[in-house]
């Protein structure tokens, strides 16, 4: 937290009475250090809402920024000036290992159909903090108060700003009901009635025609250089996330990684400078050899095209996610990040920040090599396969509170959009307005 925001040599101490000291030129902020141990792991050792608030402008500062008053996961709201040490009330470190670490998750608690830790049992939901990244909210606010301790700027050591960086899962590259003619029309009913598209019908039918004498241009679900398109024009390289291995039995996606029709995709997405990872299969987020062995099987499908590019770069299925696991095993398997970090009910925060950052292990209590960019907001979230203008309109908006509670603190905002999402015209739009503000 400190070294993202200042340019300072800081000294950190131990103080009385399990103090933490922040000192500086001779002057120090002192906050409690009031993180219980969390070992053996107790869902009741965290804290509960609702949650104390620190006003927007607790001491004097340089800052004319307008935020909320910050939530206090743990301790007082209490800021006190004493001479040359400012006292808070608040331990912010302890509350930010909280969010960092996972610790909701890794507590025995409530799962959904998909053994998925619930954005709705959060913390930041129930506190209402989930579009917040507190976490940098705190990092700020503790610049601030060194700014007015010292009674001077602090240089950032980087200008807060945020990027975009947008992302596909590729579940389904192709139309998966093209080989079947029940299925087809079924599907084409939908574009009629539901999707309200003539258009879209007529070309799903007339690729399951052309589908079989391996023409796949017309296929609804192949809309790789649109996507391309898009992004370029707005200056984002994508993140393409490729299935490599199949569990019979569960939903793993329509293709396998060795399918022909796969190569030219691949070849293409490499050839217009984007890049590719591994989309961990649906039961690989507790099992290392299914990890390694996906990774390896893609890695060597890349090889044989010769596209040469490291597999730095994960997303686990269904955001599948088990916080005492999942780390380690994508660490050991030596992928450098991980972008699996949203929650698949709720867009937001789910780590508290929108910045890189090391994960934890909590079978080694030690930081992991591995590096979180978090997930902030996926399109299926809202839109749940509808392609109505009003739940577009929610998701537009759900981007914008995002984006606006970062601008004080900057970070990347993460965003996923399946190549499968762009049936209609509302979703294109949505999709054009995302990339293209």
């Not at 969010?99 to 619930?118: I, K, N, T, V, W």
């Not at 799903?204 to 004498?213: F, G, K, P, V």
């Not at 490499?270 to 507790?286: A, D, E, F, K, V």
């Amino acid at each position: 937290m400190m070294e993202r925001i200042m340019d300072h040599a800081l000294g950190f101490e131990d103080g009385r009475d399990g103090e933490i000291l922040i000192k500086a030129h001779g002057r120090a902020v002192v906050m409690p250090s009031l993180l219980p141990d969390l070992y053996p792991m107790d869902a009741a050792k965290l804290p509960r809402p609702p949650f104390p608030v620190m006003a927007d402008r607790a001491f004097r500062t340089h800052s004319t920024t307008h935020r909320p008053p910050l939530p206090v996961l743990l301790g007082t709201p209490e800021v006190r000036r004493d001479g040359e040490t400012l006292h808070l009330g608040a331990d912010l470190f302890g509350a930010a290992f909280l969010l960092l670490s996972g610790y909701q998750e890794a507590c025995a608690g409530p799962r959904d159909a998909h053994d998925r830790f619930p954005g709705s049992e959060s913390l930041q939901v129930r506190g209402d903090f989930i579009v917040r990244p507190l976490v940098d909210e705190y990092a700020v606010f503790l610049q601030e108060a060194l700014e007015s301790l010292l009674d001077r700027d602090i240089v950032p050591r980087k200008v807060p700003r945020t990027t975009t960086h947008v992302s596909c899962d590729v579940d389904h590259p192709f139309d998966p009901v093209s080989g079947s003619i029940f299925c087809c029309m079924r599907a084409a009913g939908a574009d009629l009635l539901l999707r309200r598209s003539a258009g879209l019908a007529a070309r799903r039918l007339a690729n399951m025609a052309l589908s079989r004498a391996g023409i796949h241009r017309l296929d609804p679900y192949n809309t790789f250089d649109w996507y391309m398109d898009q992004c370029e024009r707005g200056g984002h390289q994508v993140t393409f996330f490729f299935l490599a291995g199949r569990t019979p039995g569960v939903p793993d996606g329509s293709y396998e990684i060795s399918d022909p029709r796969i190569r030219p995709l691949l070849q293409n997405i490499h050839r217009r400078g984007h890049r590719i990872g591994l989309h961990g299969s649906y039961m690989s987020y507790r099992s290392l050899d299914m990890i390694v062995a996906e990774r390896r099987r893609l890695a060597q499908t890349l090889d044989r095209l010769g596209i040469t590019t490291e597999l730095r770069a994960n997303r686990q299925h269904y955001l599948r996610w088990d916080a005492l696991v999942t780390p380690d095993l994508l660490d050991a398997a030596g992928f450098a990040e991980d972008h699996t970090g949203g929650f698949a009910d709720a867009c937001g925060f789910r780590f508290g920040t929108a910045f890189p950052f090391r994960m934890w292990s909590w079978s080694r209590r030690c930081p992991l090599r591995l590096v979180q960019r978090p997930l902030l907001l996926m399109e299926q979230t809202i839109l749940r396969g509808a392609s109505d203008r009003p739940r577009m309109n929610r998701l537009l908006g759900s981007a914008t509170d995002i984006l606006t509670a970062m601008a004080g603190t900057g970070g990347e905002f993460q965003m996923l959009w399946h190549n499968s999402m762009l049936l209609s015209t509302v979703q294109r739009q949505g999709f054009a307005e995302m990339t293209n503000p």
